[in-house]
């Protein structure tokens, strides 16, 4: 099992790939690189945890009567 610092050095890597790939490859190229950046994207995702308060973009505001 890949952990979070794992899956994110993968990014960076898939990251730099895909620039070259949108740049020189061909279309099916860049419809798996696409893809791959999509699911290392998804997976990072789903192993980050996200508290409440983060989600909610207001809860810096002032409450208005």
Same mark, same amino acid.
């Given at each position: 099992? #890949?952990?979070?610092?794992? =899956?994110?050095?993968?990014?960076?890597?898939?990251? !730099?790939?895909?620039?070259? /790939?949108?740049?020189?490859?061909?279309?099916?190229?860049? #419809?798996?690189?696409?893809? =791959?950046?999509?699911?290392?994207?998804?997976?990072? !995702?789903?192993?980050?945890? /996200?508290?409440?308060?983060?989600?909610?973009?207001?809860?810096?505001?002032?409450?208005?009567?």
């Amino acid at each position: 099992m #890949i952990d979070l610092v794992g =899956l994110n050095t993968i990014a960076d890597a898939v990251l !730099a790939a895909h620039a070259d /790939i949108e740049k020189f490859g061909t279309d099916e190229m860049k #419809i798996i690189s696409r893809t =791959l950046l999509f699911t290392v994207g998804k997976e990072i !995702a789903q192993r980050s945890t /996200i508290t409440d308060e983060t989600q909610d973009l207001h809860y810096d505001e002032p409450k208005w009567s």
